[in-house]
């Protein structure tokens, strides 16, 4: 069975602050795919990455980057310098192994974020 | 284009009474599924299917149903409600064919309430 982990339920921070969210998920497969999304107060889930289980760079976008560690199965996401505008729900998932992996994704059970000024 | 489409956004039911949320995607996506969103659980999956014809069950598939006659929709149907369906559901589509297509395009949800 598959499992995705997101111990932080809330995280509190001020505006300007780093803040890492944590994901750590289980599987038996040897290939897989793991994604974030953001669920803004609107309530529409926004696809932030794709990382596949053979590349293990850490991958940079703005303000956001992520840690993919295999051997600790942890796929972290760091946004630097937070704003307003990033508090939202943030959810790690984890895709199974066949065809249409995208569409079939065990979740956790997310990270609400909240950045005041 | 549109993406994925869900009717209707709001929807209050009262126990025992049926209804379909509607799913409709004009990306001509071979995949597509369901997940309802509870408090506190993140988002589980439903069912899903992989084309026109083939479905098959999620984590949480008791009490609805699906069926797949079009590439373009994915009906999802509460047979009767129940005040434990109350929940946000998102209906979902991927390109598929290779393992690793690129993300999954989520629609804008439909809340319901069983009363």
């Known amino acids: 069975a598959q499992k995705v982990t997101q111990a932080q339920t809330e995280i509190s921070v001020v505006e300007k602050e780093d803040v890492t969210l944590d994901c750590v998920y289980e599987?038996?497969?040897?290939?897989?795919?793991l994604f974030w999304y953001k669920q803004p107060p609107s309530g529409e889930l926004v696809f932030l990455i794709r990382?596949?289980?053979?590349?293990?760079q850490n991958e940079i976008s703005g303000r956001y980057s992520w840690n993919f560690q295999k051997s600790t199965s942890s796929f972290n996401f760091t946004i630097t310098a937070s704003q307003v505008v990033d508090s939202a729900v943030y959810f790690c998932?984890?895709?199974?192994?066949?065809?249409?992996?995208?569409?079939?994704?065990?979740f956790g059970t997310g990270t609400r974020l909240q950045v005041t000024l | 284009n549109a993406g994925v489409t869900q009717t209707p956004k709001f929807q209050v039911l009262k126990t025992g009474q049926s209804m379909t949320l509607q799913c409709a995607q004009d990306?001509?996506?071979?995949?597509m599924s369901w997940y309802r969103q509870d408090p506190g659980m993140g988002l589980r999956l439903i069912h899903y299917?992989?084309?026109?014809?083939?479905?098959d069950q999620g984590e949480v598939p008791n009490g609805y149903n699906v069926s797949r006659s079009t590439t373009e929709d994915f009906p999802l149907r509460l047979l009767s409600a129940a005040p434990s369906q109350t929940s946000v559901y998102f209906c979902?589509?991927?390109?598929?064919?290779?393992?690793?297509?690129?993300?999954?395009?989520f629609g804008q949800g439909t809340r319901l309430t069983v009363v």
């Open positions: 979902a589509s991927s390109y598929g064919g290779e393992i690793g297509d690129t993300e999954a395009f």
């Open positions: 599987t038996r497969d040897t290939t897989y795919y």
């Open positions: 990382r596949n289980s053979f590349d293990e």
């Open positions: 998932a984890l895709s199974h192994l066949n065809t249409g992996t995208a569409s079939k994704l065990t």
């Open positions: 990306m001509n996506h071979e995949y």
């Open positions: 299917s992989v084309g026109a014809g083939i479905t």
